[in-house]
């Protein structure tokens, strides 16, 4: 295990009744268990396929690496097409292991194609990648596992057919990658007509527990990342995942001290990294924790409207914006900190003798600074007896990444076991994607028309 938790201020023993009592363990190690078991049992299985990921073949993996290697290689730029967790997984892990100012930097020190996210249908945004792609040297990867997304399928039409009319139609077809599920789906059939190359998602495995999958690996390894060290990574999460011990077993022990906050109505979870490398694991957690638990029925068909709110948090900057809620609102939160201990970088402040002031920054390094900020507002924090937990990265690389992946997925599939609910299922979202293919008169979906316009187009409390 490469990564440590310090959940002292999620106990009593630091924050008084608003935290938990050791006694709970023991009160709820049937609860615990039965919920390491149910997530354990179920690995490989039904939705649970993303449990396998970190031990795909070898050749299936070197394959991946050679191919999208060679296509990273002669690329200036690779273009993601996704959304959710057909996004979210290969933004997070690129922002973290890429220099902070990858696109910008000169070709000669990147060394690798700069990337974007297209993760979203305003159309200003698709017209601005428009003016600063060069499609000779552009290459797409297509993401969507159901291939029914609209906004995927929309952004795949406009780039394609732009990418024909500046290259012609052989050669466009190679600067395209698809992900998606083999043999199903609209996207699949079409790339299957015009022969581009496909990776497959495997049926399990659902989008927001899709990153170590050719969802994020394609675009890991056009970029250069070592994707063999990111699945050892998880393969270490995996593994802690497996212990029958709660105190050994940071995915199992987190996810229940979560679901006993929610219990005493602590029903926002903040991720605050200390780190803008870990900005995007926040957005990434953020979907992972909200799509998953946030459920209106129980697996017995009770009512339940349960699930806690994720909210994203950078360190230091939100300490001069949110930190002041955190500390004296309403004890409604649980605090998560990523910490960095070993950056990739030292900066240090200059003691620049001519500046008669400051003294107490001079000579120091950002480095120390950062985390004096941290270790100060979780002092805030526990003095103000709010939950907060620090997971510790030792530095920010594919293997701590990997792991910290993988133990986000597992705490979440054991926190939602440990609720009752179908964590792997999204109705809401799909009750949206339904009534846009409705809106845009897609064959098929005359009756949720008629739904959706009884239910919007309503004339009054209109000003
Ligand atoms: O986690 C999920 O299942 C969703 O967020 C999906 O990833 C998102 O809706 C995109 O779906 P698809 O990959 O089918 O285009």
């Not at 079409?190 to 170590?212: N, P, T």
């Not at 050719?214 to 060290?229: R, T």
């Not at 994607?433 to 316009?453: D, H, I, P």
């Amino acid at each position: 295990m490469y990564l440590k938790f310090d959940y002292n201020n999620m106990m009593q023993e630091a924050i008084g009744k608003e935290g938990i009592l050791p006694k709970e363990f023991d009160k709820n190690a049937a609860m615990i268990e039965a919920a390491r078991k149910t997530v354990l049992d179920n690995r490989g299985k039904g939705w649970q396929e993303w449990c396998d990921l970190p031990f795909a073949p070898e050749s299936e993996i070197d394959e991946l690496i050679s191919y999208c290697g060679a296509i990273g290689k002669k690329a200036e730029s690779f273009v993601i097409l996704g959304i959710g967790g057909s996004a979210l997984g290969p933004l997070s892990v690129a922002s973290a292991l890429l220099h902070l100012h990858h696109n910008e930097l000169p070709k000669e020190k990147r060394n690798a194609p700069k990337l974007y996210v297209e993760d979203n249908v305003d159309p200003e945004r698709m017209a601005s990648l428009l003016d600063v792609l060069d499609l000779k040297t552009a290459y797409f990867n297509v993401i969507t596992k159901s291939g029914e997304t609209s906004e995927t399928l929309s952004q795949f039409l406009i780039l394609y057919s732009a990418l024909k009319k500046e290259l012609g139609e052989e050669e466009a077809k190679k600067h395209i990658i698809v992900t998606t599920t083999i043999g199903k789906g609209t996207l699949y059939n079409v790339a299957q007509a015009e022969g581009f190359k496909i990776y497959g998602v495997g049926k399990g495995v659902g989008g927001r527990f899709s990153v170590l999958s050719p969802v994020g690996l394609v675009a890991f390894a056009a970029l250069g990342l070592d994707v063999k060290a990111m699945l050892k990574g998880a393969a270490e999460a995996a593994k802690s995942a497996e212990e029958r011990d709660v105190k050994k077993n940071p995915a199992l022990l987190t996810a229940f001290l979560q679901v006993k906050a929610m219990e005493n109505g602590k029903n926002i979870s903040v991720l605050m990294p200390y780190a803008d490398s870990l900005k995007f694991m926040a957005d990434f957690y953020c979907q992972l924790w909200a799509e998953s638990l946030g459920k209106a029925e129980n697996l017995n068909g009770k009512t339940v409207h349960v699930g806690q709110t994720p909210a994203k948090a950078l360190g230091v900057t939100d300490q001069h914006s949110q930190v002041q809620l955190y500390t004296e609102g309403p004890f409604d939160k649980v605090v998560t900190f990523l910490a960095v201990e070993d950056f990739r970088t030292t900066v240090v402040i200059s003691d620049d003798k001519t500046v008669n002031a400051c003294d107490f920054l001079k000579g120091h390094t950002l480095n120390e600074l950062i985390n004096a900020e941290r270790k100060a507002t979780e002092f805030a924090l526990k003095k103000a007896n709010r939950m907060n937990f620090t997971i510790y990265l030792p530095s920010v690389n594919e293997k701590t990444v990997g792991e910290l992946l993988m133990y986000f997925m597992y705490q979440t599939a054991f926190a939602g076991a440990m609720l009752n609910i179908d964590t792997f299922n999204q109705p809401g979202v799909e009750e949206g994607k339904k009534a846009t293919f409705a809106m845009l008169g897609r064959s098929g979906y005359e009756a949720k028309l008629e739904e959706v316009n009884a239910a919007v187009h309503k004339k009054d409390y209109i000003i």
